[in-house]
C-alpha cells in the first residue's frame, strides 16, 4: 500500500480541480524532473489513485483538433494525460466529475494553461475553478442557472473571470444573445471578465457581441498575454487587470 506524502495530497487536489492534466503540466509544477514525475504518478497509478492514458489512446472526436495541437507544442501521441480514478472520481461533485470526463480532455488541458500563465504573470494570485465558485453563486443567488466562468483568478483585491473558448462560432450569429447574455451575467459578479478563444478567427465576431461592455477583454490561447476590445487598442494582461483594479478601488 503507498503512503501518500504532502505532494500525493496536492496532485490529488490539482486533479480534482483541473480534471485532466498532462505529464509535463503535474511535472512542472511538483516535480524536479520529468523521471521523478513519471515515477511517482506510475506509483499512483498501481494504487488505484489516478488514472494514465496517453495522448493517441482518445478517440479522434476528443483530441483530432490541429488548433490544439499547435497550441500544446511540446506534446504528442505518447504525452501522457492525467485524472483521478473512477473510484476516487465517484467520490466528487457532479460539476467535479464533468471536469474529468473524456470530452473535457481538451478543454481542460487549455483551462490548466491559463491558470499557469495567471500564476507566471501574478505573484500570489489565487486561482479557484468553476465547482467551487458555482457553490458560491448559487448560494448567494438562489438558483442553479448561476453563470459560472471556468477559472477565476483572485488578483490584488479583484476577481477576473475566465473563461477558454473553444467551439466560439457557435453563439456569434446575429439572432443568438446567448453571449450577450453571459457577459452581462459575468459582469455583475466580476470586476474583469476574460474570454480566450482557441480560434483566432473568433476574436471580432465576440468582441462585436460585447461592444459597449468594459469589461470584457478577449485574447487567443495562442498569444494570451495580448488582449482586445472594441474601440481599444491591444493591452497585455497585467495592463488590462490594473485597469480594473482602478476602477474597483
Given amino acids: 500500500m503507498i503512503q501518500l506524502v504532502d505532494r500525493d495530497h496536492e496532485i490529488i487536489k490539482?486533479?480534482?480541480?483541473?480534471?485532466?492534466?498532462?505529464?509535463?503540466?503535474?511535472?512542472?509544477?511538483?516535480?524536479?524532473?520529468?523521471?521523478?514525475?513519471?515515477?511517482?504518478?506510475?506509483?499512483?497509478?498501481?494504487?488505484?489513485?489516478?488514472?494514465?492514458?496517453?495522448?493517441?489512446?482518445?478517440?479522434s472526436k476528443y483530441w483530432h483538433e490541429k488548433g490544439v495541437m499547435n497550441i500544446l507544442c511540446n506534446v504528442n501521441g505518447r504525452t501522457k494525460v492525467y485524472r483521478l480514478s473512477e473510484s476516487v472520481r465517484a467520490t466528487l461533485g457532479k460539476r467535479w466529475q464533468k471536469n474529468a470526463s473524456?470530452?473535457?480532455?481538451?478543454?481542460?488541458?487549455?483551462?490548466?494553461?491559463?491558470?499557469?500563465?495567471?500564476?507566471?504573470?501574478f505573484k500570489g494570485v489565487q486561482v479557484t475553478y468553476d465547482a467551487a465558485e458555482t457553490l458560491k453563486l448559487v448560494?448567494?443567488?438562489q438558483t442553479e442557472g448561476a453563470v459560472v466562468p471556468d477559472l477565476v483568478a483572485?488578483?490584488?483585491?479583484?476577481?477576473?473571470?475566465?473563461e477558454m473558448e473553444r467551439k466560439a462560432w457557435r453563439g456569434t450569429?446575429?439572432?443568438?444573445?446567448?453571449?450577450?447574455?453571459?457577459?452581462?451575467?459575468?459582469?455583475?459578479?466580476?470586476?474583469?471578465?476574460?474570454?480566450?478563444?482557441?480560434n483566432e478567427d473568433h476574436l471580432k465576431p465576440l468582441m462585436k457581441k460585447a461592444d459597449g461592455?468594459?469589461?470584457i477583454g478577449f485574447s487567443s490561447i495562442l498569444k494570451p498575454d495580448e488582449?482586445?476590445?472594441?474601440?481599444?487598442?491591444?493591452?497585455?494582461?497585467?495592463?488590462?487587470?490594473?485597469e480594473h483594479q482602478r476602477d474597483a478601488a
Fill in 173 to 198: 450569429g446575429a439572432l443568438n444573445s446567448a453571449y450577450e447574455e453571459r457577459f452581462d451575467a459575468l459582469s455583475l459578479e466580476y470586476d474583469a471578465v476574460l474570454y480566450v478563444v482557441e
Fill in 14 to 59: 490539482y486533479l480534482r480541480e483541473q480534471g485532466w492534466a498532462l505529464a509535463p503540466q503535474i511535472s512542472e509544477r511538483f516535480f524536479k524532473s520529468r523521471h521523478a514525475c513519471a515515477n511517482r504518478m506510475r506509483m499512483l497509478a498501481q494504487a488505484g489513485i489516478i488514472e494514465c492514458v496517453s495522448m493517441s489512446e482518445f478517440r
Fill in 154 to 162: 483572485h488578483v490584488n483585491g479583484i476577481k477576473v473571470a475566465v
Fill in 102 to 121: 473524456e470530452n473535457m480532455v481538451a478543454h481542460q488541458v487549455l483551462v490548466g494553461r491559463l491558470r499557469d500563465i495567471f500564476e507566471k504573470v
Fill in 227 to 242: 488582449i482586445f476590445r472594441l474601440g481599444y487598442d491591444p493591452t497585455e494582461l497585467e495592463t488590462f487587470v490594473k
Fill in 139 to 141: 448560494k448567494r443567488n
Fill in 213 to 215: 461592455r468594459r469589461k
